[in-house]
């Protein structure tokens, strides 16, 4: 790869145009691999959803060229828009995966992009994990650079992921160093996503990560056709850090550039909820396990967590499902009643179960000054559980269930596949695609797995 120039956009443009598939080492490719099956899964449950059915049919009366598939629904618009769409559904249920020092879904973003853009163009296997690659590892770098100052107001996964989307599609383009520059560009100037969407638990969320995917595929279009964008989107002086952190550190981005894959480091998710408060989830678990402790015995929970998660997931009485992924209140008190947190953990019926929200009202969510400075490379929660009778339990989570250090094994990973699957595919389909992804390496066109994720 070519030396470093010390401008961050032309670095990671640089290290995207030129990597190859014999760069990437055997871990990453097997993590992609992971990562790209269990992104299938929630886009094919959140296909089932109701924002991605009004959000088809904003599609289906756009139109478009039907060059790439609409997860499940058995139809093919143009590029964009099954990025946007995709995406979208990806990131409905909360069950895709996350970076902990970038704050960011990477998955989300970067896999719809790379999907789209594989099948308009025919794509093989070893290009599309390629791109994958390539895209977390960009998202990611930015992500870090910019936060955790950036994640006050900004969504990562909407503004980082939208580079990260742009390298994806522009990889399998096979966009030079200048193009991808360019991608970088107009990516970069498109990049958005609020966190007021918290203050309703509305679907903007959703439609952060879609439009996400789908500008990075507009942005590696644009560039493919001479479009130009700014040489110095992510450094420049009324650039992406300078607009969008209050501290930054663009170091961050190239440091082992092509050396380190940051796709390594990305965290699984195991329940259904805000990965803030999964931390919490798996401490209440492990008290769970301590004893045989009833709701009703509870006198009263205490939670200590970094005051990101508080400000996240902070909300003391849900009003929705949605809104219950995003309440560490919530999720404490359906982990100790229900002893998981599932999907089926985030519906109207556990939403409303009364021993649920009767503890609800015991439990006391505070922040912890040294869990800040862990944060965001560790995401840390302690859970003190005191019965009314007066027995104490505790629990310390530094590194919750699906984080590098603390891994989902392979067949818990395809079992949690083939459970969000079948919601809405056949059996023998979901088996096909277990194996398909297994030896995406091998696939000769992105077109034969995209046939799979129609129903039927």
């Not at 989107?233 to 850090?241: A, K, L, S, V, W």
Request: net charge neutral; aromatic share 6%.
């Amino acid at each position: 790869m070519n030396a470093r120039t010390g401008s961050a956009t032309q670095d990671l443009a640089s290290f995207s145009s030129e990597l190859v598939y014999g760069d990437i080492p055997d871990s990453a490719v097997k993590l992609a691999k992971m990562l790209l099956l269990d992104w299938l899964g929630s886009a094919i449950v959140g296909s089932t959803q109701k924002p991605a059915k009004m959000l088809l049919s904003i599609v289906d009366k756009l139109g478009g060229t039907p060059e790439s598939t609409i997860v499940v629904h058995a139809r093919k618009t143009s590029c964009i828009n099954a990025a946007l769409v995709n995406g979208a559904m990806s990131h409905i249920v909360e069950l895709d995966d996350v970076h902990k020092s970038s704050i960011l879904h990477p998955g989300a973003v970067v896999i719809p992009a790379a999907l789209a853009m594989s099948e308009r163009e025919g794509a093989d296997g070893k290009s599309l994990l390629t791109a994958i690659v390539a895209g977390y590892d960009v998202a990611i770098r930015i992500g870090e650079a910019v936060n955790p100052s950036h994640y006050r107001y900004w969504h990562t996964t909407g503004t980082c992921g939208t580079f990260g989307a742009a390298v994806a599609a522009g990889k399998i383009l096979d966009l030079d160093t200048n193009a991808m520059v360019n991608a970088l560009g107009s990516a970069g100037t498109q990049a958005a996503g609020l966190w007021e969407f918290v203050s309703n638990g509305s679907m903007s969320k959703h439609l952060h990560a879609g439009k996400a995917a789908a500008n990075g595929v507009l942005s590696a279009l644009l560039a493919k056709n001479g479009f130009t964008g700014a040489n110095t989107i992510i450094e420049g002086t009324r650039g992406f850090c300078e607009a969008m952190s209050d501290s930054y550190d663009v170091s961050r981005m190239t440091a082992n550039l092509g050396k380190q894959f940051r796709i390594l480091e990305v965290s699984l998710k195991p329940y259904a909820s805000c990965r803030h408060t999964h931390s919490v989830i798996d401490a209440i678990l492990k008290i769970r396990s301590q004893t045989k402790i009833r709701p009703q015995d509870v006198g009263r929970i205490r939670v200590k967590t970094y005051s990101a998660a508080l400000q996240i997931a902070g909300n003391e009485l849900p009003r929705t499902p949605f809104e219950a992924k995003f309440s560490l209140s919530y999720c404490t008190s359906v982990a100790l009643v229900r002893g998981k947190a599932g999907l089926d953990s985030f519906n109207n019926e556990s939403l409303n179960d009364q021993a649920i929200r009767d503890l609800m009202g015991k439990v006391e969510i505070t922040s912890d000054p040294e869990f800040d400075k862990q944060y965001p490379e560790k995401w840390p929660a302690k859970a003190e559980l005191k019965t009314k009778d007066g027995k104490e339990y505790f629990a310390m989570v530094e590194f919750p269930l699906g984080d590098p250090e603390n891994p989902i094994k392979d067949e818990d990973l395809q079992a949690k596949f083939k459970s969000l699957a079948s919601v809405a595919l056949k059996p023998e389909k979901v088996e096909s695609i277990v194996d398909s992804v297994g030896s995406t390496e091998k696939i000769t066109d992105a077109r034969l797995l995209t046939k799979l994720l129609e129903v039927g």
